[in-house]
């Protein structure tokens, strides 16, 4: 069975940090892409960033390049998305997803594009 834990969303200020995390199990024999999606209320989900099966190539959303860093730790099956210099329209709930078998060198930017989601953290950036 595959699941997927996202932990360490919060409530923090304009121009503050998180570290979000996600824990994958049930998939160590599948290699896998990884990305992380948001949704604000009353909007679709949207693709923030993704990063590839061995950790060697990112992709982000206009909007968050140069303050997000997504990365993993395959020994550890943990993915990561570091959020600094924070704004109040990143406030949302906060997906990671799990797509297998990727093709090397391609990005999943669409929600259809992944097998697997976890249950979302949540992000509150007060101004």
């Known amino acids: 069975q595959v699941q997927l834990v996202e932990s360490g969303g919060g409530v923090v200020q304009a121009g503050g940090s998180l570290r979000l995390s996600c824990v994958v199990s049930?998939?160590?024999?599948?290699?896998?892409?990884m990305g992380w999606f948001r949704q604000a209320p009353g909007k679709e989900r949207e693709f923030v960033a993704a990063?590839?099966?061995?950790?060697?190539?990112?992709y982000y959303v206009d909007s968050v390049k140069g303050r997000f860093t997504i990365s993993r730790d395959n020994a550890k099956n943990t993915g990561y998305l570091q959020m600094n210099s924070l704004k109040p329209e990143d406030t949302a709930v906060y997906y990671c997803?799990?797509?297998?078998?990727?093709?090397?060198?391609?990005?999943?930017?669409?929600?259809?594009?992944?097998?697997?989601w976890g249950q979302g953290t949540q992000v509150i950036v007060s101004s």
């Open positions: 990063i590839s099966r061995s950790g060697g190539g990112t």
């Open positions: 049930g998939l160590t024999f599948n290699p896998y892409a």
């Open positions: 997803a799990a797509r297998i078998n990727p093709v090397p060198g391609r990005y999943y930017l669409r929600t259809d594009e992944y097998q697997f």
